[in-house]
């Protein structure tokens, strides 16, 4: 199990997960599932985006220059499995 989040450099979104999800691939294991966990709160029955400092800060910087950009909000959880091993047997 892996947890892999996407971030922004330069404004540009960095698709981590996927990159991730590649390097399981090359080194032979089989991904099983992959699955979003948010990044969040509850307050008074809400749900509350809990982004970084550094993350709100860029975004607010981009709005203000004319970027519409929004709030990563959660994280990738990759399932993988090793593959199963296949013995042939024989005939004796």
Request: aromatic content about 6%.
């Amino acid at each position: 199990m892996v947890s892999a989040h996407p971030w922004r450099k330069n404004g540009q979104l960095v698709d981590l997960p996927s990159a991730v999800l590649a390097a399981g691939a090359r080194a032979g294991l089989i991904s099983t599932e992959r699955c979003v966990a948010l990044v969040a709160a509850v307050r008074d029955g809400r749900l509350v985006a809990r982004p970084s400092f550094f993350q709100f800060q860029a975004v607010r910087k981009a709005r203000t220059g004319g970027t519409p950009l929004r709030l990563i909000t959660h994280e990738d959880v990759l399932i993988f499995r090793r593959p199963e091993l296949t013995m042939e047997v024989a005939d004796g």
